[in-house]
């Protein structure tokens, strides 16, 4: 039975199937969605592209005066509501702004930080006044914000950062001492998130904190090997008096916020993600239609056409999640907002709510990214090597994003301990799930998949799911303490994640085909075709990983047998299939899907 996606909570994708009418895709955008998107294009290509070697020299002004430009356009207050002096977009629609804004490079990762991660906490957490006093003039670029919670011994572990913060005898300030690293916009950020200890707190709390207020120090921008032209910086903090009425949200806060809003990050990092991949694909595929090589263009050669092919299947897939799940959000916010008093604290419960997914995304966009890149320099050859080329610096500024909003690892750990812990708090019941499967295998691997196109696709996801349900099962039956098994959950991450990437794609071409005649829309199934084909020797291969180190013997036998079932998929051309997609890309000399 088909399920209204209103209804499902984070990771219950793992348990119920989704009528695709019910779902969002991008081929649905309106007018004044469109119109955004073209703003942000515009801008990206007068303000940002003609610069692109300027902004990478590092020149702290220059990077301040484009956000400030930015702000002045109103791209900065897309998701501030209008009392704020925003314009109260939907989540959907400020996924898809950081999509545009993604292919920006360095401007990218300075814009997303202010409007994210530098506003949101603020937006979210904060009380009147400090929405009055800070968001109404982050959302116009008046003020330029930073996050500051990473410490030279606080990365991952965030919560165990030594920055304190103690009240002052009159009660009106609290003294802050610390050091805060690789923070984003800190050589000419005017407002600061930052996280520090109260006393002897064992949880952090969260300070707004004003640049030039004494006792801010600023340090030197850091070389990186990408992303050069934001700025990062150390941040240090002697005995620097924050105002009371400044502690954002309560005592003890901090790390909730952290949390909350990294969980924000993950999803635009995801969309921003695709963003660059459309572009290093143009850039690609116009060098590959100018490049010849033996007489004849390389974009004739299968070798070239099956690396972008994959290039296309890849970055739509991630499309297709991204704006499934932004969708999920505004449905959720939407309910929300009729039931609680404060807008902010509505946002974060409903971004928060889709853990699971806001993983997923990060960690799949990211690596997305990482393989349209390396490939597409791969397919410039030796000027791929070349700073002369977009693609070069494209390589080596994606390479961040699989460290940023929380190291893959870290989410891959995440997107497997969220869902067996909303299984066990009943949410679903992956357990029962599992010994249904178990008792009627025989009926579900006989059961006939009649001829039609979609049902048979539904059929193959819908063992995709079955199979992780298993080896979730099969695992937490074995271990008391998953948190040791890394690689173990590492590959059950890959599997769930695989998951939900596949059914996103299938719920939007199948939702595609009412939208496109039958010859235009003979690609599409294309990508879906490949992408399943693949995903399905890839979540058998993770399985019998995941099996192998955890049960032997007879156990092992039967387990492995039935999730060889479960991922089977007949046999297809996979290779005219590709051609196919890269010739269309090819004759577009752009990514046109």
């Known amino acids: 039975m088909m399920e209204d996606f209103k209804n499902l909570k984070s990771g219950e994708f793992l348990v119920k199937d989704i009528d695709a009418k019910n779902i969002f895709i991008p081929e649905e955008f309106n007018e004044e969605q ?15 592209s003609p610069i692109l070697d300027k902004i990478d020299s590092g020149d702290r002004e220059l990077m301040k005066n484009l956000l400030k430009k930015s702000g002045e356009l109103g791209l900065m207050g897309i998701s501030i509501p209008e009392e704020l002096g925003g314009f109260g977009q939907s989540f959907i629609t400020q996924m898809l702004a950081a999509e545009i804004i993604g292919g920006a490079y360095s401007f990218s990762v300075a814009f997303m930080c202010h409007t994210g991660i530098g506003t949101l906490p603020i937006m979210y957490y904060g009380n009147d006044y400090q929405r009055q006093q800070y968001v109404t003039k982050l959302a ?3 003020l330029i914000g930073a ?8 990365g991952s572990d965030a919560n165990s950062g030594k920055t304190s913060a103690k009240l002052s005898e009159d009660g009106k300030h609290y003294i ?6 690789w923070i984003t916009n800190g050589g000419f950020c005017d407002t600061q998130v930052v996280f520090a200890k109260i006393d002897n707190d064992r949880i952090l709390s969260a300070f707004i904190v004003e640049t030039k207020m004494p006792g801010v120090v600023i340090g030197q921008d850091e070389h990186k090997m990408g992303i050069k032209g934001s700025s990062t910086t150390q941040i240090y903090y002697n005995d620097v008096k924050v105002p009371v009425e400044n502690l954002l949200g309560t005592r003890g806060e901090g790390f909730r916020i952290a949390l909350s809003i990294l969980h924000m ?23 590959a239609n100018e490049r010849k090589q033996f007489g004849t263009l390389i974009s004739n050669f299968g070798a070239i056409k099956f690396k972008l092919a994959e290039m296309v299947i890849r970055t739509f897939a991630q499309e297709s999640a991204i704006y499934r799940v932004s969708n999920d959000i505004d449905s959720l916010l939407n309910k929300l907002k009729t039931e609680y008093t404060d807008y902010g604290h509505a946002a974060v419960e409903a971004i928060s709510h889709f853990a699971v997914e806001d993983a997923i995304l990060k960690v799949y966009g990211s690596e997305m990214l990482s393989y349209v890149v390396d490939e597409g320099v791969q397919i410039h050859g030796g000027m791929g090597f070349s700073a002369e080329m977009k693609i070069e610096r494209g390589y080596r500024d994606s390479r961040i994003n699989r460290i940023f909003e929380g190291t893959n690892e870290i989410n891959r750990l995440l997107i497997v301990e969220s869902a067996i812990k909303n299984s066990k708090k009943g949410i679903y019941d992956l357990s029962k799930e599992a010994d249904d499967i178990i008792t009627h295998f025989d009926k579900i691997i006989n059961e006939p998949a009649g001829d039609d196109y979609f049902i048979k696709k539904q059929r193959i996801v819908k063992n995709f799911k079955r199979a992780v349900i298993l080896i979730i099962k099969s695992v937490s039956d074995t271990f008391k303490k998953l948190v040791e098994e890394q690689e173990i959950q590492n590959n059950m991450a890959d599997i769930i994640s695989e998951v939900y990437i596949s059914e996103s794609l299938l719920l939007r071409i199948q939702k595609l085909e009412s939208m496109k005649d039958g010859g235009t829309f003979a690609i599409y199934k294309d990508i879906l075709d490949v992408y399943l084909n693949d995903s399905a020797n890839k979540i058998y291969r993770l399985s019998l990983d995941a099996i192998g180190s955890h049960i032997e013997g007879e156990n092992a036998t039967k387990l492995s047998a ?6 089977k998929h007949p046999l297809m051309n996979v290779k005219e299939a590709r051609r196919r997609i890269a010739g269309k890309l090819i004759e577009d000399n752009s990514y046109k899907f």
């Open 147 to 154: 996050y500051c919670l990473t410490e030279p011994g606080a």
């Open 140 to 142: 116009t670029g008046e």
């Open 562 to 567: 039935m999730i060889m079932a479960l991922t």
């Open 176 to 181: 802050l001492n610390g050091q805060k690293m």
């Open 34 to 48: 469109l119109m955004i998107a073209e703003t942000c294009k515009s801008f990206v290509e007068t303000e940002i």
């Open 265 to 287: 990050g993950r999803m635009k990092l995801g969309s921003n993600a695709i963003g660059a991949a459309k572009a290093s694909i143009n850039q690609t595929v116009n060098y």
